[in-house]
């Protein structure tokens, strides 16, 4: 079974495989500042999903410093300055805050000379028409990609209102549009393995997002992982719920990519949970495991 893999999409774009460098850009998110709540969604870290970022500090060394942990596993062969990046602010919800702030930063991030597209975590209730101008506006002056990552999670409203997601379907399908309508690409995050959702559940929501129109351009396919800290840890040690093996949740995303149109790129198919923080499941930890499992089942999908 054939995909669109971000690797494959990268390369055929940009003519070289791409790196990203986890960044942070001081935003708080309204899930957490009282806005709309104060506890985030149940399953997020501290961290605010950016467990692996680099601290806040000035763009530049946040870049040169997310550079050294990327280098190091990227073949000496490719001379550094040969290497191009992703800036991927992904921790908490970064168009909230100040716009011309938010300009700035992204400014200086984009207008890296390795730096091939700008990549923004954020919720959809968080996008004001004056913050998408901003983004549209910075696209075309860098002339570089600007991507735009929504936290969808789940079309279930019984899910979303368990997770205390704080907001409902409606709010993503307008700011999709929005960002679509903009001219800037859209990337939907969904969680598998949500308490109480079965597998039908799951591939409802893939089916959805592979009939939007504009085409959706990237999901990111993320397995549930609960995190030591989070109000979902208390829940499964108080009352644990039933959890993927690694057998059936890569029988899940089989079925997943099955649904998708060809021209989505698939952006991860199960993502990394801090093993320091990892409660469950802890066969996710094992990485290499996974990948060549997943590898096996396309394969023979």
């Known amino acids: 079974m054939h995909y669109l893999?971000?690797?494959?999409?990268?390369?055929?774009?940009?003519?070289?495989?791409?790196?990203?460098l986890s960044l942070q850009s001081g935003c708080t998110c309204p899930n957490r500042d009282g806005t709309i709540g104060t506890g985030g969604c149940t399953?997020?870290?501290?961290?605010?999903?950016?467990?692996?970022?680099?601290?806040?500090?000035?763009?530049?060394?946040?870049?040169?410093?997310?550079r050294k942990r990327v280098d190091a596993k990227i073949p000496a062969s490719i001379a550094p300055e040969d290497r191009r990046y992703i800036a991927y602010f992904q921790s908490y919800t970064n168009t909230y805050g100040?716009?011309?702030?938010?300009?700035?930063?992204?400014?200086?991030?984009?207008?890296?000379?390795?730096?091939?597209?700008?990549?923004?975590?954020?919720?959809?209730?968080c996008l004001p028409p004056e913050m998408v101008e901003m983004l549209r506006e910075l696209q075309l002056s860098s002339g570089k990609p600007v991507w735009v990552e929504l936290g969808l999670q789940t079309i279930h409203e019984e899910t979303a209102k368990r997770i205390r997601?704080?907001?409902?379907?409606?709010?993503?399908?307008?700011?999709?549009?929005?960002?679509?309508?903009?001219?800037?690409?859209?990337?939907?995050?969904?969680?598998?393995?949500?308490?109480?959702?079965?597998?039908?559940?799951?591939?409802?929501?893939?089916?959805?997002?592979?009939?939007?129109?504009?085409?959706?351009?990237?999901?990111k396919l993320q397995l549930l992982h609960i995190l030591k800290g989070t109000e979902l840890a208390c829940e499964y040690e108080a009352n644990p719920f039933p959890l993927f093996t690694l057998d059936s949740y890569c029988d899940l995303i089989v079925d997943c990519l099955k649904r998708l149109p060809p021209e989505t790129?698939?952006?991860?198919?199960?993502?990394?949970?801090?093993?320091?923080?990892?409660?469950?499941?802890?066969?996710?930890?094992?990485?290499?495991?996974?990948?060549?499992?997943?590898?096996?089942?396309?394969?023979?999908?």
């Open 265 to 301: 790129v698939v952006h991860r198919l199960t993502g990394d949970g801090p093993k320091r923080l990892l409660v469950a499941p802890l066969w996710s930890a094992d990485k290499k495991r996974v990948l060549n499992t997943l590898s096996r089942k396309i394969q023979e999908g």
């Open 98 to 125: 100040n716009v011309d702030r938010l300009r700035a930063l992204y400014t200086e991030a984009i207008s890296h000379p390795q730096i091939v597209a700008l990549d923004i975590g954020t919720r959809p209730d």
């Open 5 to 20: 893999s971000f690797n494959d999409a990268m390369r055929a774009r940009f003519g070289t495989k791409v790196y990203r």
């Open 43 to 66: 399953f997020c870290s501290e961290g605010g999903s950016g467990d692996f970022a680099a601290p806040f500090m000035p763009i530049e060394e946040q870049i040169e410093n997310a």
């Open 165 to 219: 997601r704080g907001y409902e379907l409606p709010v993503f399908e307008d700011a999709y549009q929005k960002l679509k309508e903009n001219g800037l690409e859209v990337i939907v995050h969904v969680i598998l393995g949500l308490p109480g959702e079965s597998h039908q559940d799951m591939l409802e929501t893939v089916e959805y997002l592979s009939s939007l129109t504009p085409t959706l351009d990237g999901i």
